[in-house]
Every structure is written in structure tokens, then in C-alpha cells.
């Protein structure tokens, strides 16, 4: 499995370690010595701890920091002598004379074991986390051996987050390993081919890099300055301090910038950095950057930079931020409503409401969520030439490369042309790296510098500055008739959407489409606002308005059915959209909305077979569109070039933050042109011109494909002659914008996924036992990638539901949490059993059927949650989440 030459450079641990500083170059007493992977080394005494020495000087880089020096990840474990520690809780004093090992210095039939194992069982997904996994397993597979089961492991998984998986198929290639079982992984070269992940046993290994684990020469270190005060005038910056610190070779603040000062994918309203005269909007903005020659010295240095404030009350209720006297939230900004989003459809809603023989009015709230995707936001920036002929490479984790590099363009004041933007893939992301982050911060700071720097945002710093899941007010009014049919739906909704606009319109805009979830109704009466706070700003992520909305509709639902005396499932079975109905906002279903059907229809039998056994069960129907839809046209271009050196070139314009879409485009390639899989290397940066937009909306799969599958016709037509570029697109151009009068019933979206869950609950405990999740994906290009994502999304699902939670003070409008462990994220042992089925009913004009399958599977959770609690307790829930610090 190839990887990209960025990292052909991986050190040779033995030449790392021999190549380390030693006492001649300080004073021993300042210096402290263990061995690493037997070989004897010593570090200096100054590293805040462990990790910090074996990433910053020794250059070892498996073990990955997720959110130092909390030790909340598990990302940093290695073994201290036999046994599993998180390295970035050991200070250097406690490992003196220490045997560490690393997964480096792993016996290489044991390193193996473990990449083939997670490979073919697909245990893994941005892979972040996995290699921290595997040095926890080894401990336990050392004690245990044969013995060690899914359910002993599990709660030894307890020190470690992963954000993609849902853990299932992680202790699936755990226990593989334990009972010695041999796997022989291999790519699939066909759609449909449950074949291994692309990169899967570099991954494993941690072999395959991420931004921070780059190193380049002559690299600088940049740390940031934030705000201290959501709301306040900049009087004043002094940066005399932090530039006289040890090591620090440069301090910039925004009357550095070449060019604009703000950037944004929508609105260009978010600033960079704060200039004196300006004026903080919330708790991520950055007033300074501190350059330096080492990580620790630039982070020390930064606290440095003196503000001088001129503080205001913070915005941080979006209702009161509706009212004509409430002070404008945001600087640079004339209003507190960022967007609203309505419509109305069919017959007169108070008629309707009015005639219905059962109505239900009830207010929902759901919460804000942090994504707490595993790798903090990293880039380096690596300038070249001089004067007219200066440009700059950027190594980014971002959802959208093509966009990072216009941004920093504009930043720099420079044209396009002279910034490329590779992708690195990404540990995770889930909407949150849709936004530029530490991108233009980098890229200033290597511009100025004429050197390389990198700049990685801490734990604390990541949980400030990207954009968060909406929290938003829906009050819902909804009617149907004495049979059960669905009659009056009447929404409003507020979504604070804090500071600055990233893509909160659009998220709003998406909830007031899916509102009426996946159902026909005679009446609807719909409009939702996105507003201004000084609260953490929040944009996109997984499911974007869609399951907060349906949170509400599925609820009201199951209200209707209790007055009405039927189940959940029959009250879904007799409304459910079918192809040729109107829907929502008034588009005309195609066939592949027979997909909602269908996967009711599959979850029939074990919806009465768990009633029957006397479960408390709830059950949940969602849609989720994918793609952007709305008179947008998108467009994915994609390259296939035939190399000398027999390899073949697969460039797309898509972000692979595990969700699997370089492994998509390397199934089509193959199968279209009829090659071994282990011949195709995947490449996505901006040297040539293929993207548009971000990897967002469950769009990658069905894109990616498309426009793989018309450049390997484009090669194959023209012979596949080696060394030139075969472009290939694929246009989605037929949807129309809502509100149009050109159109009554617009199509809003190209493509809709759909998903029935059902959870079970002990009826005496309330515990959640089962979720079992029927998804229509269209068509499943790699069922065993496909299955992970849905057990990946059912536990974030899970936790949405039940315990997680991102508030902000309302006197300041700072998050309140700051670690990993307070977000309320279920452990391995929290989990509870997940069964996936899948359903494939085609999408009209989508390549090969393809829906996608990201964002739906945490829509019908929640609702499937709280309807099997009600069932346990008579309690009906309104509010997310439902068991906040509690567990499953």
C-alpha cells in the first residue's frame, strides 16, 4: 500500500536513536536516560513530559498527541517496561532508567499480526487513535494470550477515544490477534468489494503520518495568542516580552498581514487575528502569533503578548440577541439574525391544525456538541524561491484544500497560483476542519519568515477556535387525523450559531428542509433562524441540522401514535414518503425514495420480535440529503495518469478524514480499468484544479466515484499512454433553490440516504442493550467500510442523545469544558451491541447507485433513544441530552 513521499523520509528508529543529542551537548545533570526499543538514549530534562521527548528530540512519532498533557485520548501509550502508560501523564523523572517501547521497536511478525488483523476486519478509520490501541492490546494480549475476549478488552479500552469506529470492529481485530488468526488483507479492485482500507496497515502502525508528524528542515514552531474576553476592544498589543523570550525569532499580530484580514466559506466576516481597534467576538480569536524555535518555546512565549481590553457584556442568549435593542454580537456586523429559512407548502396550517383529531405542541432543545475529532488542527507551510518567484507549499488537514488555498492566498495578498495546498489526510474531522483554522496562521508566519513553520493547536485551543454542532430551539405544532395520517406540521426554530457565519445559514437552512423528516403531511408552515452570539461559533457537522430537526419530528411522531393507539413503526409505515410524493419543501421524489420504505419494511421483523421479548424499544426514521443541492452546481473533477514506474495517479479534489473516499476512488479505478488495486496511488492537493468546495454533506463517496469513473473512461478511450493526465468530471447541475418562483416544486437535493433504528432498553434499568441500524446507502462500495461507518456514527449518536454536552457560560460565552473526558464521549464498555444492515435501493443519475452514508447515522438515533426510554419510564424527552455525565 503506497504512501504518499511526504513520508518516505520516516526515520529508521535505530538511526533516530543513535542520532540523538547525548551529554556532550549540555550538562549531564540536565539530561535524562532510558532506553527506547533497547537502545540505550538521553533526552533532555527540559520536555513537559514523556511524548514530548520521543516526538520533539528522538523523532519517534506513532505514539500521537491527541490532547497533551492530559492523558484523556490514549493516543501517546506506549509501554514502560510491560506496562500500557499514557506517555504525555509520565514526567521524564518517573522514566529514568526505564525500558520504553514504542510501536517502532514492536517484534515485526507481532507489528504485522496487528496491521492485518485491523485491516481486514476494518478496524480503523482516520486511524488517530489505532496505534495507541494496538500497544494497549499488546499489553493485554501478553497477559492473557488466547484468553483475552471482546469483553475483557473492552473496559482496558476505557483510557482510549475513538471518535469514528463505535470500537466494534477494533475489538473484533483484537481478539483476531489474541486467538492468533491469520488474516492476508488486500485491496478490493471492485464496487462492492469489502476489501481492505487504502493506507489501512500504515495506519495501524502509525507509519502513515499526519501533519504534526512531518518534519522538515530548518522548521520553526508557531503557537497562538487568543482572546482572554469574548467581547471586548483591542487597545493595545505589546509583544516586547514574548519576542525577548529564549528561542523566539518572531511575534505577528493582524498590522502584519499583507492582505485581507478576513476569511470565511460563505461570508468572509471572520478575522485572521484582531487588529488594535478592533473589537473579539468569541473565546477563538487570535490576537497574536508567536514563532519560535521549538514547540515548548513558542508555547511558553505566547502567554507573553500583553492585551490591553476594553471589555464589553458578552451576546450569549440568542433569543435576547433577537431583540431590536440587544447590542450587536459580532464585530464588523450590522445584525444579530444571521439567516432565516421558511416556507409553506399545501393546504391553509391553521385549517389543518384545526381539524385534526390528535395535536401535539411541544418546545425541543438540543444541545451544542464539540466534534472531538482525535487529531488536533496542524499545518506547516514551507516557503520556496525568492522576490516574483516566492511560493509557498502548505501541508493541511482541512475539509476543503482548494479553499485553504484561496484564503491564504488572500491573506498573503498574493495570487493562487503561488500557494498549493497538499492534503494530508486528516485524524478525523466530522465537519469541524471545514473552516479555516491554523492554516493562514502558518502560512503568514513562514512567508514573513522565508522559513518553515508548523503550527499545532493544543487540545484547549482546538475546543476554542472550530466551529461546533448548533444548538438550537424547536417549537413544533403538529396534527393528524384519527387513523394516524399526518396532517399539520407547523416549526420554529432558533439556532445559535455564536460569532461568525461559517456555514450556520446552511446548517438552518437544512434543518427547516428536514423538518418534516421522511413523511407527507397536508400542511406545513416552517421557517428556522440562525443568529449571531458571542458563544463558540458553530457550522458544520455530522448530520448539519438534519438530526437536530428530526430529534423533534420523530418525537412528535411518537406522540401522535400514542393518542392515535398504534406503534411507532405503523405510525411511520402509513406516512412514510414514497417515489412521486411531495415532499417538504416541495420536491418531487424520485425512486430512490423508496428507500424509506424499504428500510422500515427490513426492520419490521425485529421491531415485533423485540416487543414480543419484552424490550422497551423505541424506533427512529431519518433522511439526510448528500451534496449541497439548493441551485448550487457542483462539480468533481478527478486526473488518472500512467506512471513509468508502473504505478497510476488517482487525483480527486476530496478530503480523506477516514470515512474511506480514497478507498473509493481507488475501488472505481480499478475496476474500471481492470488493474490490481496495489498499482494505484491516491493524491489530492492543488496542483491541479479538481476541487470544489468541501468534503461535506455525505458527498465525497458518490463524487469521487463519478468523477474517477469519467476520467478511467477518458484513459481508456485514449489507450492509457503513460505520463498524461486523463481528466475526468462529474456535474450534478439539476437541483434549484428553495423559493424560487421558476419552479413550484424544486428539486432541493440530488441525492437522499435512508436509515430505521431501533434501540432496546432494559425495561426495569432503562439501560440501552441493542441498537440495531437498517440503512439504504444505494450502493455500498465497500460493505465492510460502509458497516463501520454506521457503527461509528450510532456512537456518536448514542452519546448525543444521552451524554454529550458543549455548553458556554452565559456570562462570558467561554466553553466550559476543556478536556476530553468532560464532553461526556461513551467509552469502549459504554457501547452497547450495534447490528447493521445494510439496504441498496439505486439512486436515479448517482454513479452506481451511491446515496452516502456519513451524516444519516446519527440522525434516527436520538429520537429511537428517547422513544425507548418513554417506554421504560412513561417520560416523554424534549431535551438533549437526556442523560447528561451519566452512561448507556
Known amino acids: 500500500m503506497p504512501r504518499h513521499p511526504i513520508f518516505d523520509k520516516l526515520y529508521n528508529v535505530t538511526e533516530i536513536l543513535d542520532s540523538a543529542p547525548n551529554d556532550s551537548t549540555s550538562a549531564a545533570s540536565d ?55 499514557v506517555s504525555c501523564q509520565q514526567p521524564l523523572s518517573k522514566v529514568q532508567g526505564a525500558e520504553i517501547t514504542t510501536l517502532e521497536g514492536v517484534p515485526e511478525a507481532e507489528r504485522q499480526a496487528f496491521a492485518s488483523a485491523f485491516a481486514a476486519c476494518g478496524g480503523l478509520q482516520c486511524g488517530f487513535c489505532i496505534p495507541g ?45 489474541a486467538r492468533g488468526e491469520v488474516h492476508a488483507p488486500a485491496l478490493s479492485d471492485r464496487i462492492g468489494g469489502s476489501g481492505a482500507k487504502y493506507e489501512a496497515a500504515e495506519l495501524t502502525l502509525g507509519d502513515r503520518g499526519y501533519v504534526d508528524d512531518i518534519r522538515v528542515p530548518a522548521m520553526l514552531h508557531a503557537a497562538l495568542h487568543l482572546t482572554a474576553h469574548t467581547r471586548a476592544d483591542i487597545e493595545a498589543i505589546d509583544i516586547s516580552e514574548a519576542l525577548a523570550a529564549p528561542g523566539v525569532v518572531a511575534v505577528y499580530t493582524a498590522a502584519d498581514l499583507p492582505g485581507e484580514l478576513r476569511v470565511g466559506l460563505i461570508h468572509k466576516d471572520w478575522p485572521v487575528m484582531i487588529p488594535v481597534g478592533g473589537r473579539t467576538s468569541y473565546a477563538g480569536d487570535v490576537l497574536a502569533v508567536v514563532v519560535a524555535e521549538t514547540r515548548q518555546q513558542a508555547r511558553e512565549a505566547a502567554p507573553l503578548v500583553k492585551v490591553t481590553y476594553e471589555v464589553h457584556q458578552p451576546v450569549t442568549d440568542p433569543v435576547a440577541a433577537l431583540d431590536p435593542e440587544s447590542p450587536i454580537s459580532v464585530w464588523g456586523t450590522d445584525s444579530n439574525l444571521l439567516s432565516t429559512s421558511a416556507y409553506r407548502r399545501g393546504e391553509d396550517f391553521d385549517a389543518a391544525w384545526a381539524s385534526g383529531a390528535h395535536q401535539v405542541h411541544e418546545v425541543f432543545e438540543t444541545q451544542r456538541i464539540e466534534h472531538a475529532f482525535l487529531e488536533p488542527e496542524s499545518t506547516l507551510a514551507v516557503p520556496s524561491g525568492e522576490a516574483d518567484d516566492r511560493r509557498l507549499h502548505v501541508y493541511s488537514g482541512g475539509q476543503g484544500v482548494w479553499d485553504d488555498r484561496n484564503d491564504i492566498a488572500r491573506v498573503l495578498g498574493v495570487e493562487p497560483d503561488r500557494i498549493t495546498v497538499e492534503l494530508v489526510s486528516n485524524g478525523g474531522a466530522f465537519g469541524g476542519k471545514e473552516d479555516l483554522s491554523n492554516q493562514a496562521h502558518a502560512a503568514l508566519a513562514a512567508w514573513l519568515t522565508g522559513r518553515p513553520v508548523k503550527c499545532t493547536l493544543s487540545r484547549e485551543e482546538s475546543f476554542a477556535m472550530h466551529a461546533k454542532r448548533h444548538p438550537i430551539r424547536l417549537e413544533y405544532w403538529a396534527a393528524c387525523d384519527a387513523e394516524g395520517h399526518l396532517r399539520a406540521l407547523k416549526v420554529r426554530g432558533i439556532g445559535d450559531s455564536g460569532a461568525y457565519a461559517s456555514v450556520g445559514m446552511k446548517v438552518l437552512e437544512r434543518a427547516a428542509g428536514h423538518a418534516c423528516g421522511p413523511y407527507r403531511w397536508d400542511a406545513l408552515d416552517i421557517e428556522t433562524r440562525a443568529v449571531r452570539t458571542n458563544n463558540p461559533v458553530c457550522g458544520a457537522f455530522r448530520g448539519f441540522g438534519a438530526n437536530q430537526a428530526q430529534f423533534a419530528t420523530e418525537g412528535v411522531l411518537d406522540r401522535l401514535a400514542a393518542e392515535v393507539g398504534i406503534s411507532g413503526w405503523e405510525i411511520r409505515k402509513r406516512n412514510v414518503i414514497k417515489p412521486g410524493d411531495e415532499w417538504g419543501p416541495g420536491q418531487i421524489m424520485d425512486d430512490g425514495a423508496g428507500g424509506a420504505e424499504a428500510c422500515l419494511d427490513a426492520i419490521r421483523e425485529p421491531y415485533q420480535q423485540a416487543r414480543e421479548a419484552g424490550y422497551a424499544v423505541g424506533l427512529g426514521l431519518g433522511l439526510k440529503n448528500s451534496g449541497l443541492g439548493n441551485g448550487f452546481r457542483e462539480v468533481s473533477k478527478a486526473v488518472v495518469r500512467f506512471r513509468a514506474d508502473n504505478k497510476i495517479e488517482v487525483r480527486h479534489g476530496w478530503t480523506e478524514m477516514g470515512q474511506g473516499v480514497h478507498t473509493v476512488a481507488l475501488q472505481v479505478a480499478a475496476e474500471e480499468l481492470g488493474v490490481d488495486p496495489d498499482r494505484i496511488e491516491v493524491i489530492v492537493d492543488t496542483t491541479r484544479e479538481l476541487g470544489f468546495g468541501q468534503t461535506t454533506g455525505s458527498r465525497g463517496t458518490l463524487m469521487v466515484a463519478g468523477s474517477v469513473h469519467s476520467a478511467c473512461a477518458a484513459a481508456t478511450a485514449a489507450g492509457c499512454e503513460t505520463d498524461v493526465d486523463y481528466d475526468g468530471e462529474y456535474l450534478v447541475d439539476w437541483t434549484q433553490k428553495l423559493g424560487d418562483p421558476a419552479y413550484p416544486n424544486p428539486t432541493i437535493h440530488a441525492v437522499f440516504s435512508y436509515a430505521a433504528q431501533m434501540v432496546l432498553a432494559d425495561p ?20 465492510l467500510l460502509v458497516e463501520g461507518q454506521i457503527e461509528g456514527s450510532v456512537h456518536m449518536g448514542l452519546g448525543y442523545a444521552l451524554t454529550e454536552d458543549f455548553p458556554s457560560d452565559p456570562e462570558t460565552g467561554f466553553p466550559t469544558k476543556s478536556t476530553l473526558r468532560s464532553l461526556g464521549i461513551l467509552r469502549a ?25 456519513g451524516e444519516i447515522g446519527l440522525v434516527p438515533t436520538a429520537p429511537a433513544v428517547a ?21 448507556t
Open 829 to 853: 464498555k459504554d457501547v452497547p451491541e450495534i447490528e447493521v444492515h445494510l439496504v441498496e435501493v439505486p439512486q436515479p443519475r448517482s454513479p452506481y447507485g451511491i446515496k452516502g452514508v
Open 31 to 85: 539530561r535524562v536516560a532510558f532506553s527506547v526499543n533497547g537502545v540505550p538514549v538521553t533526552v533532555g530534562g527540559h520536555h513537559p513530559h514523556l511524548l514530548a521527548a520521543l516526538r520533539e528530540e528522538l523523532d519517534i512519532t506513532s505514539a500521537k498527541d491527541g490532547c497533551s498533557p492530559s492523558g484523556q485520548c490514549g493516543c501517546c501509550t506506549v509501554l514502560v517496561g510491560n506496562k500500557a502508560v
Open 764 to 783: 426495569e434499568s432503562g439501560e440501552i442493550t441493542k441498537v440495531v441500524a437498517v440503512h439504504d446507502v444505494g450502493r455500498a462500495v465497500n460493505p
Open 133 to 177: 490501541i494496538v500497544v494497549r492490546a499488546k499489553s493485554q494480549i501478553d497477559k492473557k494470550g488466547a484468553g483475552l475476549t471482546r469483553e475483557a478488552m473492552a473496559p482496558h479500552l476505557g483510557a482510549h477515544l475513538c471518535r469514528c469506529t463505535g470500537y466494534v470492529k477494533i475489538l473484533d481485530a483484537i481478539t483476531a490477534v
Open 867 to 887: 422513544a425507548a426510554l418513554h417506554e421504560v419510564d412513561g417520560q416523554w424527552r424534549t431535551k438533549l441530552p437526556m442523560r447528561p455525565g451519566g452512561e
